[in-house]
Structures are given as structure tokens and as C-alpha cells.
């Protein structure tokens, strides 16, 4: 059987006996997929990232790359990964090209390949008409631009980035996860974030992290299926107490649960085992006759996120069950 | 075929270090702390130059350069260039940039200590052997002295080994404490008070005051005293005087009554400083300078970064 992408067993991390990062912490990232390691500020996403990379070394349990053990002086292991950190920092004063050649050269790569390879990723991020400038100049967009060029330069079979798409402007952000797209037709990605809606574009797999610990695991579709309820939010316009009165309205139609959202939203909640389509059929029946005009129907975005939030909840109430 | 096979697979092996090397050499050059430094002592070395021109003879005039590099104040900017790699947010940075490729934590240390030993000693260089060859070579109004090649050289190399020997440490105290500051501050209150706690265990001959000493008798020293002869009778008695001194310095650590000093005479009763030994001197700071390094990537090893 061929060896996951990334194993981690019991893997724990306590700084200076007061502060648990990582919780004895088990992981299989399965080979060509894109996963998402999702949880809220410090959960430990980034420790455990940094541990992988070997520049942190486990209180207990351990960590393999490719079937590698990691530690501070793997470096088998760190040929194998191409690491974007969150915002990352460059010497200002150096080139995009020098910078990269630099890279290159760290990985042992000789000249017939570097030149070439710098050339491309260059043309790739599109940073190609950036060359002349120094690092110090380039904006944030530009930055991970060449952050994401930097992590590709040795052509790594797994890529792990750290908040690809923080502090982007959308146009960047776009860019990032269609490239994420793109790389993950061929390579491992893992993608550290807690931004959902990242998650739910690109990733096929996903990990949850909550106070150190992995909560969940499994693919995008095992996590959605955890939700209790299958969500629709209607975007309305119209009076206010039409607004209430759909609400009423819809709460007595079987198998929905309805109330105000933020704004002019109605959130209709479908109970299990109830046909959606059937029941959207029925409550926008009743948009109508409550004089309403409806502006947009939001389906399916919040699932990753309220099974996220579910998944926080529940952890959080198992109290000594965890 | 088979050798320049090997040749490329070293060149291969080396390319990290190398690119590290080139890399923290270009940005030493870049930065402003060495290039002050270097603009400083140019200037100091001239004005003393100048300012004893007619005064002292060629050793004591040599001896007035060197001696900044051995007490004060180029110490502080040696070991600040030293601090600086491993300790505080530099190391965070590099972490995320240099350590999380395939580049071991040895290789780093290693390529980053000996860009500082170069830039060090390269900025020394170029400043002391021009000065040295204006001040011997030149037709001066003073008494003639009988300044050596042997023992110019012997100096020159004598004070780039404690300033070697400072950059080991500065990297040492940096791994340990990570916070650049602190690292200097305890630095300077261990290097000044040196010559004290040198003493204490009879090895005041090391102190770099005792050192900027004896430089003027070293200078003066010729070649023939050092022959083949000389030197292996020299060096049986340097041996002998370095393992006392080593065994003094062990039994006040442990607390223990030192054993007593055998017949020969102090360091100091000598005014002219002519026991000075280089072999004793090489060994005082090579191998301190090498415990150094060795600790610095040991600590650097356990590090998280």
C-alpha cells in the first residue's frame, strides 16, 4: 500500500511546559489530494505545520513526510515540501530572480535546471515584469506571488501553504485559489486557513484543529454530511412585517424550521430526510403570497461553515469526553 | 571521469553552504554596521598612525593598531556581527526562508559563522597590514627597530584568532539567550571583567590586555628562534605549561586546592612579556573558539524556530 502524503502519530507539542499546541494529534493526509487544515486562531495549524517541516521538534509522537521522519536536520524531508509561510518575509534588498536563484540553489539544483525553471514560475506568478525591482518594493499580493514561486522552485511533489490568500485583494485571491486548483491536479497541498469559503473552492479533503487537537477528518463531503440541518437564506425585499409573516408562514410548513437573518434574509432550515427542493418549492410559494420579491437564494455556502461550527460546538460540550 | 564526477557531486553537496556563504557575505557587505566599522577603524587607525608618526618606534606604533581589535572598542561591533545571525526575529525570518528548505541546521550555522569570521578578518586586514606596511617600510624620525616578518605575522594572526574566538562566542551567547540585546549586554560584562576571572585560574596569559602586551616583544621576535629545534623543545614546554594552566583552571571550577605552580616564572615578573608562547596562545583560543561553534549548533540544533 502506498504511504499517505503526510503521517502524524500522537503528535504533541507543549512550549515550555505551559502551552499545549498541539494535543497528541493524529493525521493521514492521503497522497494527490487537496487538504484543507482548517480551525479558528491558534489551534495549532501552524505549529503543526512547523513540525512537519522539521523547524519545531515534537514534545511526543511523530510526524512522517513521504514515509520520512521529520526533525530539524531531514533534509530528505524538506526536499519533498514546498512551504509558503503567512505573510512571508524576504531580503528586501535582493531581486525576485536572485532571490529565487538562491533558492535554487538550497536545493541543490544546478544551473541547466534553475535558469529555466525561475524563468517560468516567474511567468507563472506574474511577477515577470517585476524582475528589476527590489523586494523591499513589492506589494502584499506580490509578496505571496513570489512566496508561492518560492515554494515551487525545487518542484515538490507536497506543497504546504500557511494562509495563502490572507490580507489579498480579491483579484489575488482568485488567482491563488485557481493556481491552488491547478497544482493540485498534480501534487499534495496542504492548505492552513480559516477562511471557509477558500476551503470549500479548492479542497477535497479537510482536517478540523480545535485547541491543539484534530476534531475531524475526511473528505469535504463526510464533513458536510454532519450537518443536521440542509440551510437555504433567502435575500428579500419588502416590508418588514411581510418579512415576519413569511416567517410565521413558513415555520408552519412541515419539515421547516424558519427565522429573520441579518438584513432582509429569511434562514429556512430543511429537517433531515425532508426533500429540499420540494420544500423551497413550498416557501417560495409562500414569498409570493406574502408580497414579497425575492432578490437571491443562498444554498449550500454555509454548509462547510456550519459544520465547522457545529464540529467547535460539539467538541466543546464533550467536556471530559474529549 | 570518476574525479570530476566526485568533484561535481561535492560542489553539488556544498551548493547550500555556498549559497548561504554568498548570500550573508553580500548582505554583511550591504549593511551598514560593517561599513561604519570599517569607515571607523580606517579612521582610528590613521589618526593613531599619525598621531604617534614621530613619536614611537615600529613594534609599539604596530602594537597602538592592534591594540583597539584587542580591548576596546572594535570587541563590541566583532561580537554584535556575531549575535546577530541566530537570536531574536532574524531567526524567524531565516527559519521561514533558508530552514524550511532542504538546507540542515549545520550547514546554516556553519555558513553564517564563517561569513562573519571572513568579513571580520577581512575588514581587519585591510585596514592593519597597509597601516603595518606604511609604519615599517617607511623612512620615519625615530630609532631604528628590529620589527620581524615572522613576527608581524605571528601577531597579525594572533589577534584574528581572538577576534575569531569573539565571533564563536558572540554566536554562542546568541543561540542560547535569542535576544540580541541581552546577548550583547551579557557579552560585554563577561569579556571586560576577562582579565580577572582569567587570573583566578592562572591564565591571565590569554587576557587580550595581557596579550596587547606582548605584542610589542612579539613583533620584535625573529624567525631563527623559532626553528625546528627550538620549537620542539618550545613546544614540549608550552604543552607542559598549557595542561597546568588547564589543571589549575579545572581545580578552581571544582573548587578544589590548585596544585602548586611549578618553578618557572610568572607571566608577569617577565616586564617584557619574551615567554609569550604562540603554540600556548593558538591552543588558549582555537580551542575555546572551537568548544564555541560546536555548542552554538548543538544549542541551535534543540532549538525551535
Known amino acids: 500500500m502506498m504511504e499517505p502524503a503526510i503521517r502524524?502519530?500522537?503528535?504533541?507539542k507543549i512550549y515550555g511546559q505551559r502551552l499545549i499546541a498541539v494535543n497528541d494529534m493524529n493525521l493521514e493526509v492521503p497522497r494527490g489530494c487537496v487538504f484543507g487544515l482548517l480551525g479558528p486562531n491558534g489551534a495549532g495549524k501552524t505549529t503543526t505545520l512547523r513540525l512537519l517541516l522539521g523547524l519545531q521538534r515534537p514534545t511526543a509522537g511523530r510526524a512522517e513526510v513521504f514515509g520520512k521522519l521529520c526533525g530539524p536536520n531531514a533534509v530528505g524531508v524538506r526536499s519533498q515540501i514546498g512551504y509558503l509561510p503567512t505573510n512571508p518575509r524576504f531580503p528586501g534588498n535582493l531581486r525576485p530572480i536572485e532571490y529565487l536563484d538562491l533558492l535554487g540553489r538550497l536545493s541543490r539544483l544546478g544551473r541547466e535546471t534553475r535558469k529555466p525553471r525561475i524563468s517560468a514560475l516567474l511567468r507563472a506568478v506574474g511577477l515577470l515584469g517585476a524582475t528589476e525591482q527590489r523586494i523591499r518594493t513589492f506589494s502584499t499580493g506580490m509578496c505571496t506571488r513570489l512566496g508561492i514561486a518560492a515554494s515551487l522552485v525545487a518542484d515538490p511533489p507536497l506543497l504546504i501553504w500557511d494562509e495563502p490568500t490572507a490580507g489579498l485583494d480579491p483579484s489575488a485571491r482568485r488567482f491563488t485559489l485557481d493556481l491552488i486548483r491547478e497544482l493540485g491536479k498534480t501534487k499534495t497541498i496542504v492548505i492552513a486557513t480559516h477562511i471557509l469559503g477558500d476551503i470549500d473552492q479548492i479542497?477535497?479533503?479537510l482536517g478540523v484543529m480545535h485547541e491543539g487537537r484534530m476534531i475531524f477528518t475526511g473528505s469535504m463531503q463526510d464533513m458536510k454530511r454532519r450537518l443536521r440541518h440542509d440551510d437555504f437564506t433567502l435575500d428579500l425585499e419588502g416590508d418588514n412585517e411581510n418579512l415576519l409573516r413569511l416567517a410565521r408562514e413558513a415555520s408552519k410548513i412541515e419539515g421547516i424550521e424558519a427565522r429573520i437573518g441579518p438584513g432582509e434574509t429569511l434562514v429556512v432550515g430543511v429537517a433531515e430526510g425532508r426533500s429540499r427542493s420540494d420544500a423551497l418549492a413550498e416557501v417560495l410559494k409562500a414569498v409570493d403570497a406574502c408580497n414579497l420579491s425575492l432578490r437571491a437564494i443562498h444554498s449550500g455556502q454555509n454548509a462547510t461553515e456550519n459544520a465547522y461550527l457545529q464540529l467547535l460546538q460539539e467538541d466543546e460540550a464533550h467536556g471530559f469526553g474529549r | 571521469?570518476?574525479?570530476?564526477?566526485?568533484?561535481?557531486?561535492?560542489?553539488?553537496?556544498?551548493?547550500?553552504?555556498?549559497?548561504?556563504?554568498?548570500?550573508?557575505?553580500?548582505?554583511?557587505?550591504?549593511?551598514?554596521?560593517?561599513?561604519?566599522?570599517?569607515?571607523?577603524?580606517?579612521?582610528?587607525?590613521?589618526?593613531?598612525?599619525?598621531?604617534?608618526?614621530?613619536?614611537?618606534?615600529?613594534?609599539?606604533?604596530?602594537?597602538?593598531?592592534?591594540?583597539?581589535y584587542l580591548v576596546f572598542p572594535w570587541f563590541f561591533v566583532v561580537v554584535v556581527l556575531g549575535v546577530s545571525p541566530v537570536s531574536g526575529s532574524t531567526a524567524e525570518a531565516l527559519a521561514d526562508g533558508i530552514l524550511s528548505r532542504p538546507v540542515s541546521r549545520w550547514e546554516y550555522l556553519l555558513?553564517?559563522?564563517?561569513?562573519?569570521?571572513?568579513?571580520?578578518?577581512?575588514?581587519?586586514?585591510?585596514?592593519v597590514v597597509p597601516a603595518i606596511l606604511v609604519v615599517t617600510l617607511a623612512d620615519r624620525p625615530v630609532r631604528e627597530d628590529s620589527v620581524s616578518a615572522y613576527g608581524v605575522?605571528?601577531?597579525?594572526?594572533?589577534?584574528?584568532?581572538?577576534?575569531?574566538?569573539?565571533?564563536?562566542?558572540?554566536?554562542?551567547?546568541?543561540?542560547?539567550?535569542?535576544?540580541?540585546?541581552?546577548?550583547?549586554?551579557?557579552?560585554?560584562?563577561?569579556?571586560?571583567?576577562?582579565?580577572?576571572?582569567?587570573?583566578?585560574?592562572?591564565?591571565?596569559?590569554?587576557?587580550?590586555?595581557?596579550?596587547?602586551r606582548a605584542v610589542t616583544g612579539q613583533l620584535r621576535r625573529p624567525w631563527r628562534q623559532s626553528g625546528e629545534e627550538a620549537k620542539a623543545a618550545a613546544n614540549m614546554e608550552d604543552?607542559?605549561?598549557?595542561?597546568?594552566?588547564?589543571?589549575?583552571?579545572?581545580?578552581?571550577?571544582?573548587?578544589a586546592a590548585p596544585r602548586p605552580k611549578a618553578s618557572r616564572d610568572g607571566f608577569f615578573e617577565t616586564k617584557e612579556f619574551e615567554d609569550f608562547s604562540l603554540f600556548r596562545v593558538t591552543l588558549g583560543y582555537g580551542l575555546p573558539t572551537l568548544v564555541a561553534v560546536i555548542l552554538a549548533m548543538l544549542s541551535f540544533y534543540w532549538r525551535d524556530l
Open chain 1, 8 to 12: 502524524a502519530e500522537r503528535l504533541t
Open chain 1, 203 to 205: 479542497c477535497d479533503h
Open chain 2, 1 to 68: 571521469m570518476d574525479s570530476v564526477d566526485k568533484a561535481s557531486k561535492l560542489g553539488t553537496r556544498l551548493m547550500p553552504y555556498a549559497a548561504i556563504l554568498r548570500h550573508d557575505l553580500a548582505s554583511l557587505w550591504a549593511s551598514r554596521l560593517v561599513r561604519l566599522w570599517l569607515g571607523g577603524t580606517a579612521l582610528l587607525t590613521f589618526f593613531l598612525v599619525a598621531g604617534n608618526w614621530t613619536q614611537f618606534p615600529d613594534a609599539p606604533l604596530i602594537a597602538s593598531v592592534l591594540f583597539p
Open chain 2, 111 to 127: 555558513a553564517t559563522w564563517s561569513a562573519r569570521v571572513t568579513v571580520v578578518l577581512a575588514v581587519y586586514l585591510v585596514v
Open chain 2, 153 to 212: 605575522i605571528s601577531v597579525l594572526f594572533v589577534v584574528g584568532l581572538v577576534l575569531t574566538f569573539l565571533v564563536s562566542l558572540g554566536f554562542l551567547v546568541g543561540t542560547l539567550l535569542r535576544k540580541p540585546l541581552l546577548a550583547v549586554v551579557v557579552l560585554i560584562f563577561v569579556w571586560y571583567p576577562i582579565g580577572l576571572i582569567l587570573s583566578m585560574f592562572s591564565l591571565e596569559e590569554f587576557s587580550p590586555v595581557s596579550l596587547s
Open chain 2, 239 to 255: 604543552m607542559q605549561q598549557f595542561s597546568e594552566q588547564l589543571g589549575s583552571f579545572f581545580s578552581r571550577l571544582s573548587g
